[in-house]
């Protein structure tokens, strides 16, 4: 079964970091691309960043670039963002999703995300 | 960025009818290698995204027939020949032609 299962997300004062994991299991992890996709709070859905199948091409929406960092572990089939100068406006469901793929640190969205994890809360207030 | 512009925003549905929902895009979709990337997703209350239809009308594995879509360019349709209980949620498409991939506001869709 195909699987994404997101962790690390949490209530961080402005400014402040955190780290999310995303661990996928039923399906060969380095042949994709993958992304992070959020939700704010009764919200739509916003591409957040990507990566290619090997990590050495990454993406950013304008809204996080410079403060994100999306990686990925393929020995763990593990996927992560690390998240820092956080703003009220991060505050999200974030999900972690198969697809995309980055190219000169252009990301091509194409078919789009599938599957997606259940997504982790990030909640940044003071 | 494509804006995705979807219509109507709010979509209550006898059971057993049909149901139409809008997508506009602020550009073509059509890219370079002819294909078009138009794709939707659907979110039942408490749960993830799941894509239902990749390049315009291409559905997902397990997706039932009831569910199709249409369109060309900037002006594409998700259709829904005969609402069952199970497909209330909240849709959305997204175009994956132009980077950064970008969706639609999304039609919640409910039962009369």
């Known amino acids: 079964e195909l699987q994404l299962v997101e962790s690390g997300g949490g209530v961080v004062r402005p400014g402040g970091s955190l780290r999310l994991s995303c661990e996928a299991s039923?399906?060969?992890?380095?042949?994709?691309?993958m992304s992070w996709v959020r939700q704010a709070p009764g919200k739509g859905l916003e591409w957040v960043s990507g990566?290619?199948?090997?990590?050495?091409?990454?993406g950013y929406a304008d809204s996080v670039k410079g403060r994100f960092t999306i990686s990925r572990d393929n020995a763990k089939n593990s996927l992560y963002l690390q998240m820092n100068s956080l703003r009220a406006e991060d505050t999200a469901l974030y999900h972690c999703?198969?697809?995309?793929?980055?190219?000169?640190?252009?990301?091509?969205?194409?078919?789009?995300?599938?599957?997606w994890g259940q997504g982790t809360l990030v909640t940044v207030s003071s | 960025d494509v804006v995705m512009t979807q219509s109507p925003l709010s979509l209550p549905v006898t059971l057993g009818q049909p149901a139409s929902i809008s997508c506009r895009s602020s550009?073509?979709?059509?890219?370079?290698?002819?294909?078009?990337?138009l794709n939707w997703f659907q979110q039942r209350p408490g749960q993830s995204p799941r894509r239902l239809i990749y390049?315009?009308?291409n559905r997902d594995s397990g997706v039932p027939d009831r569910f199709s879509g249409s369109g060309s360019g900037t002006d594409f349709t998700l259709k829904i020949s005969r609402v069952e209980a199970e497909d209330v949620g909240v849709y959305y498409c997204?175009?994956?032609?132009?980077?950064?991939?970008?969706f639609g506001q999304g039609t919640k869709v409910e039962i009369k």
């Open positions: 999703a198969r697809g995309g793929d980055c190219t000169n640190n252009i990301c091509f969205s194409g078919v789009g995300f599938d599957p």
């Open positions: 039923g399906f060969t992890f380095d042949d994709y691309g």
């Open positions: 990566i290619n199948w090997n990590g050495d091409s990454t």
């Open positions: 550009q073509s979709l059509v890219y370079s290698d002819g294909n078009t990337y």
């Open positions: 390049k315009i009308s």
């Open positions: 997204m175009q994956g032609t132009h980077w950064p991939g970008t």
